[in-house]
Each structure stands twice: as structure tokens, then as C-alpha cells.
């Protein structure tokens, strides 16, 4: 690769010129990738195509750069390098974050683009599955990038070569934790403001776009694709089979074989002028299936406060041997710690007295069991739920429990500055829901101090709201508290000592 220094920075590019008269492609790679994600494809395009590769900001040859990968700061760097290199008209192909860069430039420079080539594209960036996704995404590259390098290729590819993981994973090594995670939560962030939808800017577009993707994408289905790809005026989507969304990878030759066609005029669809009607049609379908229902779902729930312990998949229960081997303890423990932790911190929380090297075995043979609640099961998306390294677990999974839930209630309302009366009604709520069964079954030392230290937040609950109720002069509001009392009382004769304060104030 060659170079160019610009005023805010460096680009590492390489530029093959085209026959006269054919196509500039320009390649954009997405985050935590470099040029070579494109070379098995480039290989199989037209021979008389030019192509342009270079490495975004903090990737590939310039892995320590300092400013932030916003966007603008993107889009001026692929126009600082396209008037380096004399070119007035491209044909851009972007992937994933790079196919975002792809869209942008070409609304903020319609004149130098006459095609964009979309793979993978993210078409509801502000959706919450998505956000929980890269907030996951984020909590594993904290603990572990291990982890996070196994996610992205489980997720990534749906056949895995080692060609193909070798790729990946040298670019990504290149690759900082915060090049990977600010620019999709700046965009996150922008997409929860009104005005900024996707769809808006698809609308927008004034080049033919050539939408490919993967047939097994986990995080944009093709289901998602099809209803919004019809957005951009001039558009056809093509799905990509045998493919996740690295599919310039997995599908070189058909990648390349559609691109080929799309810039030779033969996929190049007649432009779509979207009468009213249809427009208000398919807007009506996208508020009916709800767009984070339309996202391929991987959420894993346990259930902790019902009669029976359960563990389900998208709503599906999944049997198992979920009480055996502190399974619920560690899938609780994963869940109440944003799905990513180090075994240190699970030998530390389960095994506190415990040899380093028995506790170590004994871990070893509870997250056996536990994988194995998973890989045994029919359906294959369950079979890499669980991610394990030698020195981190991780879920790669949206893991919520009921129990989790609770607890962080809890939490809420002992902060909560709500009218008096509206925190004891929440309280009343919780404690007629509390049942200290939910823990029965559990051995760990972690799972034994969880069981008291909610009936201890619960006893301080109650007593703050107590002593709020008698300071504000409210009696009946310390009767109704005290018919309770007794299920979470921190000491014996706490209820009768309020009772007698209450009968105090009446006085």
C-alpha cells in the first residue's frame, strides 16, 4: 500500500486504474476490518474495473489514530482521497459501517458517486435489539476480546474456514476497543433523535443502489432488508445465500458476479416513484410487525420467580438439567453482570474459602455442564449461546432474568424521590411477590449472599419508608406497611416497636 498525508491525517490506500470509460469501484470496510476483507472479491471482478481500498481511521496500517471515527471525519478523508487521485466519478461498495460511510458520502457529494453498493447494511440503526447487541458487543471486548473475536465469528460467518477467521481476526487485532465501539454508539445515540431515520435518508438517494445480503444474517435478516431496501428510489436488493454478512467473504464469486452485472447495466432497475399510497402501505406494515421484531431475536430468559425455575429461547422453553451444577447460578451470575465476566471473578464469588486449584476444577466442570444445556439442543443458534476462553464466559446472547429485574427495581425505589404514598404501594408490590424459595436449590456462596442481601434491602426498604411515613405524620401509612412486616422484619420485635410508634403519633 501506499500513502498520503492529508491535514488531520494519514491514508494507507491502494489503487488499481481501470480501462477508460469503466468503473471506479471504491471499497469501504466496516469497523474492526481493513482492505483485505475485499481481496478475495476484487480478484473476481470485471478485469477492466478500477478499484480504490484504503483503511479507515484507527484500522489497519494506522491502528493508533487518536482522533475519534466519526462520520464526517470519514466522509472528508474519502473525499480528500478521491481529489487526490483525480477521480471525478466512483462507484462506491460499502460494508456494514462501511456501507452507512457509503450512503452518507454519497448524499453529501451526489455528484462525485453514480452507484453505491450496499452489503450488510444497517437498516434500523435506533432499534433496541440492536443497541443491547452492541452494548453486549461492548461488555465483551471490556472483559475479554477473546470473547468478542469468538462473537464475531459465530455471528459473522456461517461457514467457518480458517482462511476466512484468519482474515478477520488479524485485521481486528490491529483494531482498538474504542474504534470498534464509539462510532455505532454515536450512531445509536443519533438515531434515537427525531428526524434522523434510516429510511429518511435511503429516500434521499439519487444513485441506482445495489442492496446485497446475507441470507443468514443474524442482526438485519433479509425479512428487514426487503421491506426497507424499497426506500431508496432506485434500488434491488439481492440476498446473498450460504452467507452471514461477511458475505464478500464467504461468496466471493457471487458477490463479485452481481456487482459486475449491477455496473454493467444488466441489474440496473428503473427508477421507483412511490405513489402516496404505496408509501403510506408500506409504513403501515412496518408499524404493524414493529422493527425490533423483525430483528433476528437471541433472547435468553431465565425465570427464576415463577413455581418452577425455567430457561427459554425467544420465548421457547429450553429443558435442561438447569438445577444441577449451580447452572442457574452462573447463568444469573453472567445475566447480573452484562453478560461477560473472568473466571477469576466467578472462582472469587462462588468458591471465596475454596483451594485455587479444586475451585478451578470445579468451575471447569459446572461450565461443562452448563455448555453442554446448550449444545445438545436441536436448535442450532443455541449451540454457541455460551462463550467460554480460558481466562472469560460470556453469553453471546440478550440474557434477561426475572430475578435480575426485581433486584434492580429494588434498587430504583430505595433511591426513588416519588410521593410517599406512590413508594410504599411499590413496596407492598414487591414484598407480596417476594418468595424465599426462589433460592432453593441454590449452593454457591455467591447465590446464598444474593438470597440475604435481598431480604436486606428489603428489611432497609421498609424501614426508611417507616421512618419517611412517621416523620410526615402518617400512621395508616405505618399500618399498612407493618401488616407485612414480619415477612422481611430484621429483627424480632421491629413490627411491635413501629406498631407502638404509629399508635404513638394518633395520640
Wanted: net charge neutral; hydrophobic share 45%.
Amino acid at each position: 500500500m501506499t500513502y498520503i498525508r492529508t491535514d488531520s491525517m494519514t491514508i494507507h490506500y491502494t489503487y488499481l486504474q481501470g480501462l477508460p470509460g469503466h468503473p471506479t469501484l471504491v471499497c469501504l470496510h466496516g469497523l474492526g476490518q481493513d482492505h483485505t476483507v475485499w481481496r478475495k472479491m476484487l480478484s473476481r471482478l470485471d478485469p477492466a474495473f478500477g478499484w480504490l481500498v484504503y483503511d479507515l481511521p484507527g484500522h489497519g496500517l494506522h491502528p493508533n489514530a487518536s482522533d475519534p471515527l466519526a462520520v464526517s471525519a470519514c466522509v472528508r478523508q474519502l473525499k480528500d482521497l478521491i481529489d487526490y487521485l483525480h477521480l471525478e466519478k466512483i462507484d462506491l461498495v460499502g460494508h456494514r459501517f462501511g456501507s452507512y460511510l457509503a450512503m452518507q458520502f454519497a448524499l453529501s457529494y451526489p455528484a462525485a458517486v453514480q452507484s453505491l453498493t450496499l452489503i450488510a447494511f444497517p437498516f434500523s440503526i435506533g432499534n433496541s435489539d440492536y443497541a443491547r447487541d452492541i452494548a453486549s458487543s461492548a461488555q465483551l471486548l471490556a472483559v475479554d476480546r477473546e470473547l468478542y473475536e469468538k462473537k464475531l465469528l459465530i455471528d459473522g460467518l456461517h461457514s467457518l474456514t480458517l482462511s476466512n477467521a484468519r482474515t478477520l481476526l488479524q485485521a481486528l487485532r490491529h483494531v482498538n476497543n474504542r474504534a470498534l465501539t464509539e462510532p455505532l454508539l454515536d450512531l445509536i445515540a443519533r438515531y434515537h433523535t427525531p428526524g434522523e431515520a434510516i429510511v429518511q435518508l435511503l429516500q434521499s438517494l439519487q444513485q441506482p443502489v445495489l442492496f446485497l445480503q446475507g441470507e443468514y444474517d443474524p442482526t438485519f435478516p433479509t425479512t428487514l432488508a426487503m421491506l426497507l431496501s424499497h426506500y431508496a428510489p432506485i434500488s434491488q436488493l439481492m440476498v446473498i445465500p450460504d452467507s452471514s454478512y461477511f458475505v464478500q467473504l464467504e461468496r466471493p464469486n457471487r458477490v463479485a458476479q452481481r456487482i459486475n452485472q449491477f455496473l454493467g447495466g444488466n441489474l440496473f432497475p428503473a427508477a421507483l416513484t412511490m405513489r402516496s399510497e404505496t408509501s403510506a402501505f408500506l409504513r403501515a406494515i412496518m408499524n404493524k410487525v414493529s422493527l425490533p421484531r423483525a430483528i433476528r431475536s437471541r433472547k435468553l430468559s431465565l425465570s427464576l420467580m415463577q413455581e418452577k425455575s425455567a430457561v427459554s429461547w425467544n420465548g421457547l422453553e429450553v429443558d435442561g438439567k438447569w438445577t444441577q451444577r449451580c447452572a442457574r447460578e452462573i447463568l444469573l451470575y453472567l445475566i447480573m453482570n452484562d453478560g461477560a465476566v473472568k473466571r477469576d471473578s466467578l472462582i472469587d464469588a462462588f468458591y471465596p474459602e475454596a483451594d485455587l486449584e479444586q475451585a478451578r476444577n470445579q468451575l471447569r466442570v459446572q461450565l461443562s455442564h452448563l455448555n453442554q444445556q446448550f449444545s445438545t439442543q436441536d436448535a442450532p443458534e443455541l449451540k454457541d449461546v455460551l462463550l467460554i476462553t480460558r481466562d472469560s464466559i460470556g453469553l453471546n446472547a440478550d440474557g434477561r432474568c426475572d430475578l435480575a429485574d426485581y433486584l434492580d427495581a429494588i434498587d430504583q425505589l430505595l433511591w426513588s424521590s416519588a410521593p410517599l404514598p406512590e413508594r410504599c404501594d411499590l413496596f407492598l408490590d414487591f414484598l407480596a411477590d417476594y418468595q424465599p424459595n426462589w433460592f432453593s436449590g441454590f449452593r454457591s456462596a455467591w447465590g446464598l449472599e444474593l438470597a440475604q442481601n435481598l431480604r436486606s434491602k428489603l428489611a432497609q426498604l421498609l424501614a426508611s419508608l417507616l421512618a419517611a411515613a412517621k416523620e410526615a405524620g402518617e400512621p395508616e401509612l405505618m399500618r399498612r406497611l407493618l401488616t407485612v412486616a414480619k415477612k422481611v422484619e430484621p429483627y424480632r420485635g421491629f413490627a411491635k416497636e413501629w406498631a407502638r410508634a404509629a399508635h404513638s403519633i394518633e395520640k
